[in-house]
């Protein structure tokens, strides 16, 4: 965590509550470098930590509720620790409700202060960031030793049942497992993973494209839907057991055709990913991050038109050693560039908006 971000919220916290914090918990968000869409149907992902995300100040509450500030929108919430109820309109609320309602073992009432330095709709993850740094924070406020895995799934099963997302488990693993400057192969099937540092002459940078996702969730839930619909036509349990002959072979009806097509595809797209990332051969993997955006374009349309001639600019400055293509749940938010490290602050500055460099 940045320690401005650390100083600033306990500094908000003592504003809020009259008190110093006991500490400050910290979550990073993710950038997905390759394997979108693919997590829910127990595919392989590579996505990596990022510098910034959320952190939450907390101390003891003494009057049996839990107090809640979450100081990027200035609102407030409380209630008590063992009867949390459901919001009836998703909000940052959600999200903390449902960590402390799912939390195993019993949660005393807390002070918390929520404060992130992630841009919001931005398709780098600051709703799993929210939740894993809630969960860091009660597990702290409880001694309790959680493991990552753990965690993930706490806070994949708050997005299900309190923000209504049907979302796979990589933001959350990649936020509660991942490595600073490391990207991780999961396996979104037994979530085992494996940390590639990233070679030293590579950079890795997240160009916001300044359309926010909204209102997206049911698109997201119906290729959830459709890739399900796909497996039981083609009688696996997931399209994870699928190869690109069988869909030849068994002419799937559209869209379950073009979205089958573009998860079996990525899948073997994050194996060769991974590949170069470990020979270092930047050329290969920037082909493969130019197939994968076309691939989420076309068949699994789930970019944006901005998002789309956003890819293209940057590609074509990077040239054929580096790629681009759009990272997160798509509709919108940012691009993620693998460049040479030598034209990173080049490509940065060349005007493309508001630019994150990542290593
Ligand atoms: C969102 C979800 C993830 C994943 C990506 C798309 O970030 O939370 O589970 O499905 O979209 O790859």
């Known amino acids: 965590m940045n320690n401005g971000l650390a100083e600033k919220t306990k500094e908000l916290f ?30 392989l992902v590579l996505p990596m930590p990022i510098d910034a995300g959320t ?33 009836s309109e ?36 600051s709703s799993a960031s929210l939740c894993i740094a809630l969960g860091r924070a009660f597990a702290a406020a409880t001694g309790t030793d959680i493991d990552p895995t753990s965690l993930a799934r706490h806070a994949q099963r708050t997005e299900h049942e309190y923000a209504g997302v049907a979302c796979g488990i990589m933001d959350q693993m990649a936020i509660a497992a991942g490595k600073p400057g490391h990207a991780m192969l999961l396996d979104c099937r037994d979530l085992s993973c494996e940390h590639f540092t990233i070679p030293d002459d590579w950079s890795v940078l997240i160009v916001d494209s300044g359309v926010t996702r909204g209102l997206v969730d049911g698109e997201y839930n119906a290729r959830r839907q459709e890739c399900e619909a796909a497996a039981r036509a083609l009688g696996v349990d997931s399209l994870r057991d699928v190869r ?9 009806p559209e869209p379950e055709a073009r979205r089958a097509a573009h998860v079996v595809g990525e899948i073997a797209r994050v ?29 699994f349309e789930v970019s944006h038109p901005v998002v789309d001639e956003l890819v293209e600019r940057l590609q074509s400055k990077v040239g054929s050693n580096g790629g681009a293509r759009m990272t997160g749940a798509g509709f919108g938010g940012s691009v993620v560039v693998v460049l040479p490290e030598s034209r990173a602050a080049e490509i940065a500055g060349a005007g493309n908006g508001k630019v994150l460099r990542v290593i």
């Not at 809020?16 to 595919?43: K, S």
């Not at 909000?91 to 929520?114: D, F, H, N, Q, T």
């Not at 690109?244 to 799937?252: G, K, Q, V, W, Y």
């Open 271 to 299: 194996r060769e990913a991974a590949k170069a990332l470990q020979t270092g051969d930047l050329a290969r993997f920037g082909e493969l991050l130019q197939d994968g955006h076309a691939s989420l374009r076309d068949l």
């Open 90 to 125: 998703v909000s940052w609320r959600s999200y903390v409700r449902g960590m402390a309602a799912k939390w195993e073992g019993e949660l005393p009432a807390l002070k918390l202060l929520i404060m992130g330095d992630l841009p919001r709709g931005s398709g780098l993850s």
């Open 244 to 252: 690109m002959e069988d869909l030849e072979d068994a002419s799937l």
């Open 55 to 87: 952190a939450v100040a907390w101390a003891r509450s003494d009057d049996g509720r839990m107090h809640v500030h979450a100081a990027d929108f200035g609102e407030s919430d409380s209630f008590e620790p063992d009867a949390p109820t459901k919001p």
């Open 14 to 43: 003592a504003k809020e509550f009259g008190a110093q914090p006991v500490a400050v918990a910290f979550a990073p968000g993710r950038a997905n470098l390759i394997g979108e869409h693919v997590d829910y149907n127990d595919g």
